[in-house]
């Protein structure tokens, strides 16, 4: 792209900054050159400088780093049956297992070689493959086997499955295939509508539809030295462009069609054009993310490329280094992980404001983590991570496809500075009614109400409300249970609970109070002090009288059935 030219791109909102982090995962972290303590010296933290040298061959980069990074494509799973198609064609007996093994890898390839975007690929493959098959026909002669007995049924459809597998695992075919797969389950999720992802483009061949729509533009811009002609502004960067044949349009849920509905912009007069440099950031936005299926993420920072870069890396290699990625969800330990790890590892800054971008059901959502937020979490680390394996099922009994994870809960309602109360509440009366639908213990609702207390302490500023309170307030609740069970009266308690819980709820403390009397009379006891005091301040009732009710239910999870803690 010319002698010694280089280009500078700038930190600047999220979606842009995706795409600067994506051109580093496609490039290569060496090919990129930006401040890293004292290297680079001439750049500042939040800029990047990239040889067009390296532009070369831009669109197999491209897709090439898709393809390498999101090991779930259907590419992948169809050629990793190749072992063991080779194994069954040396054997002599077949049992029902293998039958039905079979019939289902017989499925599989049915249902995706037919699929139309690998049809479409099947046309590129066939121009350049040194011999010829032809695929469609192939898997007709495919049939599901009926008997273990019908041993050439078996060979047949062995033979077929090997060959099959012997196309898709070519080079050529991996190149073509992978890339349709990355298409619309990555690259998708990000942008549509232009290039190889505009329905009515002609051109058949990715890769060069990627070269003529974002990379050959970005050769003629950069040729022109002098621009000083063009009259027109990136909405983006600010450079000057020369007419505004380029917009926003093309991302996914960030912008709009400007010819139907024109009363998004001002005055109805269109002003987000970008240039062609931008055009590119932007299509490197999903190479910026990590996605799982139509679910991805992303952390934002401004100030240095080094720690934007290592944390969405970490993200995405301890995603996809787990066996069992698709189920996830994008945990926000990985995310915390990710960004304590840079936080450790930076003398540069303390703790700031850090964005998290997550795409879900093809929405963006945001959450800022605030200084406060992050010391937070940051300082309730292992007790959260006591709760990873805690779980409760808000509906059907079982269906750990509606399981709810505390730690994700409690993450997530932190994040969104949403106090604990109403979580620990309804903890709390999973834990009366039914028992076995919570796989968790007392000790997991005391360690979410010892999160909360350094919520209040860093978010309200309440620094003398101090765990010991928690932990006396437990224990007296511990105490007045004793009390009941010495008396044959630990029946009560549920019901007791209940009414403790329903005056925590709506901060009534007149009727918490009366019930504690009422308790305290029974076992001719005076009402503890700590309760009393707490009174004074809203946080402090809930808090002191949450970690009481705690208490009520045994100490350190006597329970029959708190044992569930998985």
């Given at each position: 792209m010319g002698k010694n030219r280089k280009i500078k791109l700038k930190l600047s909102d999220w979606l842009y900054n995706a795409g600067i982090v994506g051109i580093i995962n496609i490039l290569g972290n060496e090919n990129v050159r930006y401040r890293?303590?004292?290297?680079?010296?001439?750049?500042?933290?939040?800029?990047?400088?990239?040889?067009?040298?390296n532009f070369e061959n831009f669109k197999e980069?491209?897709?090439?780093?898709?393809?390498?990074?999101?090991?779930?494509?259907?590419?992948?799973?169809?050629?990793?049956?190749?072992?063991?198609?080779?194994?069954?064609k040396n054997e002599k007996e077949f049992s029902q297992e293998d039958l039905e093994i079979i019939n289902k890898i017989i499925d599989q390839f049915k249902k995706d070689l037919k699929k139309s975007s690998f049809k479409s690929a099947y046309e590129l493959i066939y121009q350049e493959l040194p011999y010829n098959i032809n695929v469609l026909e192939e898997i007709k002669n495919l049939k599901k086997i009926k008997k273990i007995e019908k041993k050439e049924e078996f060979y047949k459809n062995l033979e077929i499955l090997e060959k099959l597998i012997s196309f898709l695992d070519e080079p050529i075919s991996k190149k073509y295939i992978a890339a349709k797969n990355v298409m619309y389950t990555v690259i998708k999720n990000a942008w549509e509508g232009v290039s190889f992802l505009n329905p009515q483009t002609k051109e058949k061949n990715m890769y060069k539809d990627y070269k003529n729509y974002f990379l050959e533009p970005l050769k003629e811009y950069i040729s022109v030295e002098d621009k000083t002609n063009y009259k027109y502004r990136c909405f983006s960067c600010g450079n000057r462009i020369k007419n505004l044949s380029d917009s926003l349009t093309f991302l996914k849920n960030i912008g709009f069609d400007d010819a139907r509905k024109p009363s998004n912009v001002w005055d109805f007069i269109n002003d987000i054009y970008i240039c062609p440099i931008c055009?590119?950031?932007?299509?490197?936005?999903?190479?910026?993310?990590?996605?799982?299926?139509?679910?991805?993420?992303?952390?934002?920072?401004?100030?240095?490329?080094?720690?934007?870069?290592?944390?969405?890396?970490?993200i995405i290699l301890e995603i996809y280094?787990?066996?069992?990625?698709?189920?996830?969800?994008?945990?926000?330990?990985?995310?915390?992980?990710?960004?304590?790890?840079?936080?450790?590892?930076?003398?540069?800054?303390?703790?700031?404001?850090?964005?998290?971008?997550?795409?879900?059901?093809?929405?963006?959502?945001?959450?800022?983590?605030?200084?406060?937020i992050l010391l937070v979490l940051g300082?309730?680390?292992?007790?959260?991570?006591?709760?990873?394996?805690?779980?409760?099922?808000?509906?059907?009994?079982?269906?750990?496809?509606?399981?709810?994870?505390?730690?994700?809960?409690?993450?997530?309602?932190?994040?969104?500075?949403?106090?604990?109360?109403?979580?620990?509440?309804?903890?709390?009366?999973?834990?009366?009614?039914?028992?076995?639908?919570?796989?968790y213990n007392v000790k997991s609702i005391m360690n979410i109400i010892k999160i909360n207390l350094e919520y209040l302490k860093e978010v309200k500023g309440m620094k003398d409300?101090?765990?010991?309170?928690?932990?006396?307030?437990?224990?007296?609740?511990?105490?007045?249970?004793?009390?009941?069970?010495?008396?044959?009266?630990?029946?009560?308690?549920?019901?007791?609970?209940?009414?403790?819980?329903?005056?925590?709820?709506?901060?009534?403390?007149?009727?918490?109070?009366?019930?504690?009397?009422?308790c305290y009379l029974y076992v001719d006891k005076p009402v503890p002090k700590i309760i009393i005091e707490s009174l004074e301040n809203v946080d402090e009732f809930k808090t002191i009288g949450y970690s009481f009710v705690a208490g009520l239910f045994g100490k350190n999870n006597e329970e029959k059935g708190d044992e569930n803690n998985e």
């Open positions: 890293r303590n004292n290297e680079n010296i001439d750049l500042e933290f939040d800029e990047i400088e990239i040889d067009l040298n980069k491209y897709f090439n780093y898709f393809i390498k990074t999101y090991k779930n494509l259907s590419w992948y799973k169809l050629v990793s049956y190749k072992g063991y198609i080779l194994n069954k055009k590119l950031v932007y299509s490197c936005v999903p190479a910026g993310f990590t996605y799982v299926f139509d679910k991805g993420v992303f952390v934002n920072l401004n100030h240095s490329v080094e720690d934007i870069y290592k944390i969405n890396k970490r280094n787990r066996t069992e990625h698709q189920d996830i969800n994008f945990s926000y330990k990985v995310i915390l992980d990710s960004i304590y790890e840079n936080l450790n590892n930076s003398i540069k800054y303390e703790y700031s404001d850090i964005q998290i971008v997550k795409l879900n059901n093809t929405k963006y959502t945001f959450n800022i983590l605030s200084k406060n300082k309730s680390k292992e007790i959260l991570n006591n709760l990873i394996n805690n779980y409760y099922f808000p509906t059907k009994k079982g269906d750990y496809n509606d399981k709810i994870s505390l730690y994700e809960e409690v993450i997530f309602r932190v994040m969104n500075n949403i106090e604990l109360y109403s979580f620990i509440n309804k903890l709390m009366r999973i834990k009366i009614s039914d028992k076995t639908n919570g796989y409300f101090t765990e010991s309170k928690v932990q006396q307030s437990n224990y007296h609740g511990y105490l007045l249970r004793k009390a009941y069970e010495g008396k044959g009266s630990e029946h009560k308690l549920s019901g007791i609970s209940y009414r403790l819980l329903n005056a925590l709820k709506v901060n009534n403390k007149d009727s918490f109070l009366d019930t504690l009397l009422n």
